[in-house]
């Protein structure tokens, strides 16, 4: 299979909040940082955590785009493979996040983490061996957020008691830029919404790139409004309606079908950030997914 090694830019250095200064664990950042106290508590520690390690991390590609064998590898300097779910740190102070893209804006194939592989690489979903594609294309770029995880076991009393989806929490990122697969950005949450996909709670969290000329207007879901005006309404119609024309029902939405503000999204970044923790830690069985 055709191989290609694409360093991160010095924009995306990964700066984690680590407690080991060894190679790439699996910490548990929240957790880390917010072990007494309560809700308010732990947002006020949100960003506490001093960032001391810098892992350089570069992209690996096997095979050729829109094939069934094609990966995108994440490795280390030393060619030490990681897992971008586990292995690249979540939180990053001041309010700050990694964003893995897994699907660049203005394309369709539908690329994921395969949570179920060996260092959990990313990959072009299938549905009876065939390719997927979204019968359009998205408009913003899309992916996940790293150690987080959407516990299926875990009812969530305030969506309908809908269980999560066992995936990463995923993100929309309305910056102007298109991301490449597998890159790594810095992005603020701004707001969440709740959608629930075939009884399955499956958040998507809205955020903003760093890099975006933009970014320093947008702190909350008013901004958005304000300087991204319909923004927040075309990707909940875009989620809602995407599996239409392959004649299953339109996607609903808990929370009213609106979206929550930024205190709610960085609610739910804590949440699934927890639920990863204790699936790294095996607290939780994990089936059928890759924990390395």
Same mark, same amino acid.
């Given at each position: 299979?055709?191989?290609?090694?694409?360093?991160?830019?010095?924009?995306? #250095?990964?700066?984690?909040?680590?407690?080991?200064?060894?190679?790439?664990?699996?910490?548990?950042?929240?957790?880390?940082?917010?072990?007494?106290?309560?809700?308010?508590?732990?947002?006020?520690?949100?960003?506490?955590?001093?960032?001391?390690?810098?892992?350089?991390?570069?992209?690996?590609?096997?095979?050729?785009?829109?094939?069934?064998?094609?990966? $995108?590898?994440?490795?280390?300097?030393?060619?030490?493979?990681?897992?971008?779910? /586990?292995?690249?740190?979540?939180?990053?102070?001041?309010?700050?996040?990694?964003?893995?893209?897994?699907?660049?804006?203005?394309?369709?194939?539908?690329?994921?983490?395969?949570?179920?592989?060996?260092? #959990?690489?990313?990959?072009?979903?299938?549905?009876?061996?065939?390719?997927?594609?979204?019968?359009?294309?998205? /408009?913003?770029?899309?992916?996940?957020?790293?150690?987080?995880?959407?516990?299926?076991?875990?009812?969530?009393?305030?969506?309908?008691?809908?269980?999560?989806?066992?995936?990463?929490?995923?993100? $929309?990122?309305?910056?102007?830029?298109?991301?490449?697969?597998?890159?790594?950005?810095?992005?603020?949450?701004?707001?969440?919404?709740?959608?629930?996909?075939?009884?399955?709670?499956?958040?998507?969290?809205?955020?903003?790139?760093?890099?975006?000329?933009?970014?320093?207007?947008?702190?909350?879901?008013?901004?958005?409004?304000?300087?991204?005006?319909?923004?927040?309404?075309?990707?909940?119609?875009?989620?809602?309606?995407?599996?239409?024309?392959?004649?299953?029902?339109?996607?609903?939405?808990?929370?009213?079908?609106?979206?929550?503000?930024?205190?709610?999204?960085?609610?739910?970044?804590?949440?699934?950030?927890?639920?990863?923790?204790?699936?790294?830690?095996?607290?939780?069985?994990?089936?059928?997914?890759?924990?390395?």
């Amino acid at each position: 299979m055709a191989a290609a090694t694409v360093r991160v830019s010095a924009n995306n #250095t990964i700066t984690a909040s680590l407690i080991s200064k060894g190679p790439l664990q699996k910490p548990s950042i929240f957790n880390l940082c917010f072990r007494n106290g309560g809700a308010a508590a732990q947002r006020r520690r949100l960003f506490s955590c001093s960032s001391i390690y810098n892992p350089q991390i570069q992209i690996k590609q096997q095979g050729q785009p829109e094939t069934l064998d094609y990966r $995108v590898f994440f490795a280390e300097d030393s060619g030490k493979k990681v897992s971008p779910w /586990h292995d690249i740190p979540l939180h990053l102070g001041d309010g700050v996040f990694n964003f893995i893209a897994e699907i660049p804006k203005e394309s369709s194939a539908k690329m994921e983490v395969a949570t179920d592989e060996q260092y #959990t690489p990313i990959k072009q979903d299938t549905k009876k061996g065939k390719l997927r594609y979204y019968p359009y294309n998205i /408009h913003w770029n899309y992916g996940l957020l790293p150690q987080t995880w959407e516990d299926p076991s875990l009812a969530n009393a305030e969506v309908e008691g809908a269980f999560g989806d066992n995936d990463p929490v995923d993100v $929309v990122e309305i910056g102007e830029s298109r991301a490449k697969i597998g890159q790594v950005l810095k992005v603020k949450p701004l707001a969440a919404l709740a959608m629930i996909d075939e009884g399955e709670l499956d958040w998507k969290i809205i955020a903003i790139s760093l890099d975006d000329p933009r970014a320093s207007l947008v702190n909350d879901i008013d901004d958005v409004e304000k300087h991204f005006p319909g923004t927040l309404t075309a990707i909940r119609d875009w989620f809602r309606d995407y599996k239409i024309p392959d004649g299953k029902p339109a996607n609903k939405f808990g929370l009213g079908n609106k979206p929550a503000n930024k205190d709610y999204a960085l609610k739910v970044i804590m949440e699934t950030n927890e639920s990863w923790a204790k699936l790294v830690k095996r607290s939780i069985p994990a089936g059928d997914l890759s924990l390395v």
